[in-house]
């Protein structure tokens, strides 16, 4: 069985790729997650480190957290990996499904590493994609949007088939969200032993961006 690192920002594509990844076969033996300087959210989806850790509890699937900057990221991407080929990682999971410039970063680091670039969610269409995400019992909620593009209504909706029904018809939007349009955060799913309830939230309007911050929640039984 091969063993893996899946790259992860608590979000639905990185969930959905690793979920495909142990569907094929492929053990999962690491989460990596970058986060700010500070350590105290994650760089690319900016949620909360702890709201990682308690996926990563509520999983049972170990999660490494490395302080970063963005120009510094790279490099400090690669150190990680490194250490995880001593424990036998021989690839790494990636969530990205269409940007080229992604897939090209995903693999010229991965080969230059001299471990395996998996990308199970790659040039999937995007409604099955979501449909398939829901179909799998998944449950995820909209934490960050865009203001200029997307209703604050949507904040904190949970990723279903009306919200589905939401974006198709918005020419301005991908649907997935991968131009950073809206972020997600997971609370449940076929890969979760345990379940997120989220207790307190709040919304934010910050630099042209809502955000549904979570400030209170507990991990418990499904």
């Known amino acids: ?11 639905k594509e990185s969930s959905f790729a690793c979920y495909k990844a142990i569907s094929v076969g492929l053990e999962v033996s690491y989460l990596l997650n970058m ?13 909360k480190s702890e709201l990682l850790l308690a996926q990563s509890e509520a999983m049972g699937i170990p999660i490494i957290q490395r302080k970063t900057s963005w120009k510094d990221y790279e490099k400090d991407f690669k150190e990680e990996v490194l250490k995880l080929k001593q ?7 990636f969530g990205d499904i269409n940007l080229n410039e992604h897939r090209d970063w995903d693999e010229r680091v ?17 409604t ?14 909209v934490v960050t949007l865009k203001a200029n ?24 939007v991908d649907l997935c969200g991968e131009a950073g349009e809206y972020h997600t955060f997971v609370t449940d799913g076929p890969l979760f032993k345990k379940r997120i309830k989220l207790l307190e939230v709040e919304k934010i309007l910050n630099n042209g961006y809502w955000f549904w911050d979570i400030a209170k929640y507990e991990i418990c039984c499904k």
């Open 1 to 11: 069985m091969l063993k893996v690192v899946a790259t992860w920002s608590g979000g």
């Open 35 to 47: 986060v700010t300087v500070g350590a105290k959210r994650s760089m690319t989806h900016g949620i």
């Open 87 to 93: 424990f036998g990682i021989k690839g790494v999971i």
């Open 110 to 126: 991965s080969n230059e590493l001299g471990v395996e670039p998996l990308l199970p969610l790659w040039e999937q269409n995007y």
């Open 128 to 141: 099955k994609l979501l449909e398939d995400f829901i179909k799998a019992g998944f449950e995820a909620f």
């Open 149 to 172: 593009l997307l209703s604050e209504k949507l904040l904190g909706h949970r990723i279903d088939r009306e919200f589905i029904k939401e974006l198709i018809n918005n020419p301005n």
